[in-house]
């Protein structure tokens, strides 16, 4: 009970304060009067337990107005950008009174997400941010030291990020009043594929921290600049994003080398399904954005004309793919690959869900041999019971000796 030792000093410390007050009898306390009470009173633990209460206030204050600053300078500017540069119909949410808001902020102010909808072809464009919990500075220690000594402990989203996830929804129209192609989901089973551009200073964490990224191979091209490295499942598909992207790109991906971790075109999830049902319905074509949280305008003009350059290049294979353009990237070979890998990882979760399966099923029937063996003691007699106890006893000897004459 040593450990104990500092806490009672510190609570007869505590105690020792008022003494001289809790020193008086009864008659002697009720003869005080109120002023004399309070004067004679030691009020020095009830005014630093105040005092603590209003710092804490004042970093919960601060903190959490300090995070939906940072907020407003990111997200209303890519508010703006899609409703007004590319002109989706809907942006941000609605509220119950009938407001609109920009974004909406979530668990304490620490994540922040903006929605855009309605354009063609694209299905939706949504912006996740998370922040550190700044008015909970012990708890940003605590977590700081875990992620230094211990990183398997921490939560992947511990760092502070930006994400911007585009759905394309396979759907071109040339006019507001024009009727959309009936092919569109035609059109997005063609762009279940993954080619990435990643920053070279963040590989190995975008491919450990993204299921999708864990299956492609990298390589160096000289379409991209020195900064960056492709990550595709194919080498063929490294030309995608060149192919469509506008020429001033390679241009504005060096300007945004100091914040931008990644940029993928996939159809699979960020974690790895471990059922057939969640691999059918986890698959969904999305550009993916990451960054590192930045709230500085140049780097969110930068931002901006990057999601405007990934939205040009959906528009562009959107087109091609609805009007079977000859010309386009995206041929019959790729797509064949690109199934071809699909149906060897979804072979693979089949797998082990059928290993699980017979694991769950051989404990099960040991854990019923056990009861019926525990029930059958239960109405053996005495003498029996220790005959099968001796039976069970040179049973498991014998099995050892086998053990051991195998070692040998």
């Not at 105040?50 to 600053?69: D, E, P, R």
């Not at 864990?214 to 595709?232: G, R, W």
């Not at 060149?242 to 241009?251: K, Q, R, S, V």
Request: glycine share 2%; net charge positive.
């Amino acid at each position: 009970m040593s450990f104990l030792q500092p806490i009672v000093k510190v609570l007869d410390s505590v105690n020792s304060l008022n003494a001289p007050y809790f020193a008086l009898s009864l008659e002697e306390q009720r003869a005080l009067s109120f002023v004399e009470r309070v004067k004679m009173y030691n009020w020095s633990f009830e005014i630093v337990v105040v005092a603590l209460m209003l710092v804490m206030y004042a970093f919960y204050a601060i903190g959490s107005k300090g995070n939906v600053g940072r907020a407003n300078k990111l997200f209303i500017p890519l508010s703006e950008c899609f409703q007004d540069d590319l002109k989706f119909a809907r942006v941000g949410f609605s509220t119950k009174d009938g407001d609109k808001k920009k974004f909406v902020s979530e668990q304490n102010n620490t994540w922040f997400t903006t929605f855009a909808t309605g354009r063609s072809a694209i299905e939706s464009i949504t912006a996740r941010s998370h922040m550190y919990a700044r008015y909970n500075p012990l708890a940003m220690l605590m977590e700081r030291l875990l992620a230094t000594f211990i990183p398997s402990l921490v939560d992947r989203d511990l760092e502070e990020f930006v994400q911007i996830t585009i759905k394309p929804n396979g759907v071109h129209v040339t006019s507001e009043s024009a009727m959309a192609p009936g092919n569109a989901e035609e059109t997005l089973n063609k762009l279940k594929f993954i080619t990435s551009i990643v920053n070279k200073t963040s590989m190995n964490k975008c491919r450990n921290d993204n299921y999708f990224l864990s299956l492609t191979h990298t390589a160096e091209s000289d379409k991209l600049p020195l900064q960056y490295v492709f990550m595709s499942e194919n080498n063929q598909l490294n030309g995608f994003i060149p192919h469509y992207a506008n020429a001033n790109f390679n241009e504005l991906l060096v300007q945004c080398s100091d914040f931008l971790q990644f940029i993928s075109f996939t159809d699979l999830p960020d974690e790895k399904p471990i059922t057939d049902k969640l691999w059918q319905s986890t698959q969904m074509p999305r550009c993916v954005i990451q960054c590192k949280l930045s709230t500085n305008g140049k780097n969110v003009e930068l931002l901006k004309k990057l999601i405007a350059s990934l939205v040009e290049i959906y528009d562009e294979v959107t087109k091609e793919l609805v009007n079977n353009s000859p010309s386009t990237f995206i041929t019959t070979d790729l797509l064949k690959k690109s199934t071809n890998l699909r149906n060897q990882e979804l072979n693979k979760i089949i797998k082990v869900m059928k290993q699980v399966e017979r694991e769950m099923a051989l404990e099960k029937k040991q854990e019923q041999e056990k009861l019926k063996r525990r029930e059958l003691r239960d109405k053996l007699s005495g003498e029996e019971q220790d005959k099968l106890d001796k039976k069970m006893k040179e049973k498991r000897e014998r099995r050892l000796r086998n053990k051991q004459k195998l070692r040998m």
